[in-house]
């Protein structure tokens, strides 16, 4: 099973600033198979990237998704007031797992 | 438009199984791979397993395997979670989700289940 890790646990910003979390894999993951999601108190988690760098239909383009083989990376340019809330990275091998999430939340 | 309904929260007690059902509409039902996926109480997300809608065919988490049967009914697009044998860390919000065309991601959720285990 692949294991991934993110970092920072928590991440506190402000309105506007930039927020860089990172998603890294116990071994590679084909770039194909590394998503992105999003989710908020009481709510379903909702898919942000696919492919590691493919905004889902929807998605704003201050978010984007870059990385390969073990090291992935989910930017959010500038910080707008709804994007507080916790992130999950997710790999689809032979079966899928999630990170533990990273919370960003205000400064 | 395209979603998935999941039915209310259920509050059972240990050794007791649950069944968890989410209707499908707005898409061809036989044409995606579905998920179900789990959140403890303020913790992170847990695959369970997938099922395809067309043949039935399922594979599940390891952890689970033995306690654990997705099943579908065609005829009105809805999937079924049987949980057994519950214990109380199965005390969890619990989802389904549709996989995407290209296999690696999920792009539609449920509303999520609570299910509660608690004697």
């Known amino acids: 099973e692949i294991v991934l890790t993110q970092s920072p646990g928590t991440l506190s910003l402000s309105p506007g600033e930039r927020a860089t979390l990172s998603c890294r894999a116990s071994q590679s993951v084909s770039s194909n198979y590394l998503a992105w999601y999003q989710q908020k108190p009481g709510q379903a988690p909702r898919l942000l990237i696919y492919g590691a760098s493919s905004r889902a239909t929807g998605i704003p383009d201050r978010f984007s998704g870059s990385g390969s083989g073990t090291d992935f990376t989910l930017t959010i340019s500038r910080l707008e007031p709804e994007d507080f809330a916790v992130y999950y990275c997710q790999q689809y091998g032979s079966s899928p797992t999630f990170g533990p999430g990273t919370k960003v939340d205000i400064k | 438009q395209v979603q998935l309904v999941q039915s209310g929260a259920e509050v059972k007690k240990p050794g007791a199984s649950v069944k968890v059902s989410c209707k499908a509409s707005?898409?061809?039902?036989?044409?995606?791979?579905m998920h179900w996926v789990r959140q403890a109480p303020g913790q992170g997300l847990e695959w369970m397993g997938i099922i395809n809608p067309s043949y039935g065919s399922t594979t599940y988490a390891q952890k689970l395997q033995g306690r654990v049967t997705m099943t579908r009914d065609t005829s009105t697009s809805t999937l079924y979670m049987e949980l057994r044998s519950l214990r109380s860390d199965d005390t969890a919000v619990y989802y389904c989700t549709r996989q995407t065309v290209s296999g690696a991601a999920f792009d539609i959720w449920g509303q999520g289940t609570m299910v509660t285990v608690s004697s």
């Open positions: 707005g898409f061809t039902f036989s044409s995606y791979y």
